[in-house]
T-cell receptor
Framework: GDSVTQMEGPVTLSEEAFLTINCTYTATGYPSLFWYVQYPGEGLQLLLKATKADDKGSNKGFEATYRKETTSFHLEKGSVQVSDSAVYFCALKGVRANAGGTSYGKLTFGQGTILTVHP | EAGVTQSPTHLIKTRGQQATLRCSPISGHTSVYWYQQALGLGLQFLLWYDEGEERNRGNFPPRFSGRQFPNYSSELNVNALELEDSALYLC????????????FGPGTRLTVL
């Protein structure tokens, strides 16, 4: 079945440092890929997404590129801020071609990476 | 535009009781999804409803059930509560079954004593 693996956390950085959170996936076909962020005490917010190979999703200075050859969707930001402290989840959505299967419609999430940014 | 709303924010029950959680999707969205976020277990898919029908179900026992109403709002019911049901329950909605992006609500924190 589908699966998502994120780098082990937590990650602690100083403000203005470069951020990379690794994400790799296993899925049939060409799933859509997402990064969601969860701030303390809140639900999930969509950060960015990519729906096909070589697509780059970007938002609020964060970027991730859909790499089919390495089955990866790593999240990057050039200069983090204290306000970026949160839990980051990589996720994939099963392909429509597998309609009726167990993967259809649902998001499969990685285990989450806790990011703490210090001033 | 209002986002996904969930009620109640917090719910405290005792073992063996039933819990009912509610979700209202973004206006115009017909698909509603439920996920469980238990401590240390990450986010697990529970149920997906679209146009009033259950479309997919995660690996959860039958005491987890739900329904979707004609106005596309949804209800998650958990019967015979167990201690390990304590979790944050997140609801998400999307435009239709073929639309990729799911938008999440703030969640209901269920505590089972």
């Amino acid at each position: 079945g589908d699966s998502v693996t994120q780098m082990e956390g937590p990650v602690t950085l100083s403000e203005e440092a470069f951020l990379t959170i690794n994400c790799t996936y296993t899925a049939t076909g060409y799933p859509s890929l997402f990064w969601y962020v969860q701030y303390p005490g809140e639900g999930l917010q969509l950060l960015l997404k990519a729906t096909k190979a070589d697509d780059k999703g970007s938002n609020k200075g964060f970027e991730a590129t859909y790499r089919k050859e390495t089955t990866s969707f790593h999240l990057e930001k050039g200069s983090v801020q204290v306000s970026d402290s949160a839990v980051y989840f990589c996720a994939l959505k099963g392909v429509r071609a597998n309609a009726g299967g167990t993967s259809y419609g649902k998001l499969t999430f990685g285990q989450g990476t806790i990011l703490t940014v210090h001033p | 535009e209002a986002g996904v709303t969930q009620s109640p924010t917090h719910l405290i029950k005792t073992r063996g009781q039933q819990a009912t959680l509610r979700c209202s999707p973004i206006s115009g969205h017909t698909s509603v999804y439920w996920y469980q976020q238990a401590l240390g277990l990450g986010l697990q898919f529970l149920l997906w409803y679209d146009e009033g029908e259950e479309r997919n179900r995660g690996n959860f026992p039958p005491r987890f059930s739900g329904r979707q109403f004609p106005n596309y709002s949804s209800e998650l019911n958990v019967n015979a509560l167990e201690l390990e049901d304590s979790a944050l329950y997140l609801c998400a909605s999307s435009l239709s079954r073929g639309t990729d992006t799911q938008y999440f609500g703030p969640g209901t924190r269920l505590t089972v004593l």
